[in-house]
């Protein structure tokens, strides 16, 4: 019997509590989906889980286990192999066809072709039962520790003696904050991404505002004259945003 998600691609990326600005426990908020029909094994690695940190959900079988992941958003998956009903394999298959979540196989089965069956359908990591509880909690610390490393964004962009800082929007020379309305702001940022590359106005409307040029368009030379006479010294020979005639615009050199 094959169960088909409802929801797809709900659960494809997590973003991590601490990216956020989620605070508590040091795995406070981190969500995991416990799969074992054995009661008692189940409810020692939901202790030890509780015990360092995280949230859990527990499914005693392989129905179970679909219909809460189809409903909740999970950080990572403790799975068992053998359940009645639906395997953990056939469980595998179906959560990877909508999702990249980290799930660790814990099974009896301890033979070399069953666990290159489930690294085969997207397993992070394989434990044999019987196992210690705290080696299965340090195996799933390390791997939420890798899976979800905080996302660090470039906050300030940099060419020459200016500087654009990404999150206040401002432009300095030298250290000094120059005045810039938002859309050169979001000029100035398409130059800063594609420092010598050349670009077409074509290019530079549709990165910075998302629209298409219809070809007569010339206000974006009117917002580049404008951007010169607030950056170059000299706007007859510019050293930051020079002109490709018969093209373009580039921040950088035009040497090629």
Same mark, same amino acid.
């Not at 005693?60 to 409903?71: C, P, R, T, V, Y």
């Not at 990249?100 to 814990?106: E, K, Q, R, T």
């Not at 301890?110 to 085969?120: H, V």
């Not at 030379?221 to 020079?242: A, F, G, H, L, V």
């Given at each position: ?17 601490? +990216? =956020?600005?989620?605070?508590?426990? @040091?795995?406070?908020?981190? *969500?995991? !989906? %416990?799969?074992? /029909? $054995?009661? #008692? ?100 610390? +390390? =791997?939420?520790?890798?899976?979800? @490393?905080?996302?660090?964004? *470039?906050? !300030? %962009?940099?060419? /020459? $003696?200016? #500087? ?93």
């Amino acid at each position: 019997m094959i169960f088909i998600l409802e929801k797809y691609l709900r659960v494809s990326i997590l973003i991590p509590p601490s +990216a =956020i600005g989620l605070t508590g426990g @040091k795995f406070m908020s981190y *969500k995991i !989906l %416990l799969v074992e /029909d $054995d009661k #008692k094994i189940s409810e020692i690695i939901d202790k030890y889980l509780k015990k360092n940190d995280f949230e859990t959900n527990v499914a005693f079988n392989g129905i179970d286990a679909l219909e809460k992941f189809s409903n909740n958003d999970y950080h990572l998956i403790i799975l068992d192999i053998m359940m009645p009903g639906i395997s953990g394999f056939e469980v595998l298959s179906e959560i990877r066809t909508i999702s990249d979540v980290p799930v660790v196989i814990v099974t009896a089965k301890k033979d070399e072709i069953d666990r290159l069956t489930g690294f085969n359908k997207g397993a992070d990591d394989y434990i044999v039962k019987p196992f210690s509880p705290k080696e299965l909690v340090k195996r799933v610390e +390390a =791997i939420i520790k890798r899976a979800y @490393k905080p996302i660090k964004q *470039k906050k !300030l %962009l940099i060419y /020459d $003696d200016l #500087k654009l800082d990404l999150v206040s929007q401002k432009l300095y020379k030298g250290g000094e904050n120059i005045e810039i309305s938002s859309k050169e702001f979001k000029i100035l940022r398409t130059f800063f991404e594609n420092v010598d590359i050349p670009l077409s106005r074509e290019k530079i409307i549709k990165n910075s505002f998302g629209i298409e040029y219809d070809g007569f368009d010339r206000n974006i030379d009117s917002y580049i004259k404008n951007i010169r006479k607030k950056i170059e010294t000299n706007t007859r020979s510019p050293k930051y945003i020079k002109t490709k005639y018969g093209f373009g615009y580039i921040m950088g050199s035009d040497e090629n």
